[in-house]
């Protein structure tokens, strides 16, 4: 099975900073990565899908990069409805499997 | 509206049965693989199974594989999980997800809004 590694797993930051998460896989994967958002009792919201592909009606301060191993979604200007947790997920092959998760804090 | 309404979860005990459905609406279901995921209390999220849009293709995570079965009724627009000998780690909220059209690979973009499963005695 292919792992995902997410870090940091937690992440404080303030509004209108700029923030990075890091996401690993145990092996390629190429591009077929998909970036999800989490709020608290809420279903996940679809970013960005293969790696880089922003999801229709997705605010363009989300952006994501990387293929292969390494990948980065980064959120240019970081406002308040952006606190969260996100997760990466690879959809190369089954099983599928998902990082565990960043959490976004306000400072 | 495109949306799906997952239902069937509660209680059950350990070594129990439930049947979760999975409702679809406002999209060409048939034209479209689903998924199940699940989030155990607290914990990330985890993959739980495949099916593609015409059943030809059926994927399980591996804690899950001999126990669960995945199905769909595209004339019924509705997916399913049967979970059987049902653990503790079994636990969780389990969504529906649609996958991608088919022919196509992507993340899941559409997501219910859970149903509780809890197993306990």
């Known amino acids: 099975d292919i792992q995902m590694t997410q870090s940091p797993s937690t992440l404080s930051a303030s509004v209108g900073d700029r923030v990075a998460i890091t996401c690993r896989a145990s092996?390629?994967?190429?591009?077929?990565l998909a970036w999800y958002q989490q709020k608290p009792g809420k279903a996940p919201k679809l970013l960005i899908y293969?790696?880089?592909s922003l999801e229709s009606g997705v605010p363009s301060r989300f952006s994501g990069s990387g293929s292969g191993t390494e990948f980065t979604l980064t959120i240019s200007s970081l406002q308040p409805d952006d606190f969260a947790s996100y997760y990466c997920?690879?959809?190369?092959?089954?099983?599928?499997?998902f990082g565990q998760g960043t959490k976004v804090e306000i400072k | 509206e495109v949306q799906l309404v997952e239902s069937g979860g509660g209680l059950a005990q350990p070594g129990g049965s439930l049947r979760l459905s999975c409702a679809a609406s406002?999209?060409?279901?048939?034209?479209?693989?689903m998924n199940w995921v699940r989030q155990a209390p607290g914990e990330g999220l985890e993959w739980v199974s495949y099916?593609?849009?015409?059943?030809?293709?059926?994927y399980y995570a591996d804690s899950v594989t001999g126990r669960f079965t995945i199905s769909r009724d595209n004339a019924k627009n509705s997916l399913y999980l049967q979970m059987n000998s049902l653990r503790d780690g079994d636990t969780a909220v389990y969504y529906c997800?649609?996958?991608?059209?088919?022919?196509?690979?992507?993340?899941?973009?559409?997501w219910g809004q859970g149903t509780t499963v809890t197993v306990s005695s």
């Open positions: 997800a649609r996958g991608a059209v088919a022919g196509h690979r992507g993340g899941m973009d559409v």
């Open positions: 406002g999209f060409p279901f048939s034209s479209y693989s």
């Open positions: 099916i593609s849009s015409s059943s030809t293709s059926i």
């Open positions: 092996q390629s994967i190429s591009s077929w």
């Open positions: 293969k790696a880089s």
């Open positions: 997920q690879q959809y190369n092959s089954y099983p599928w499997t």
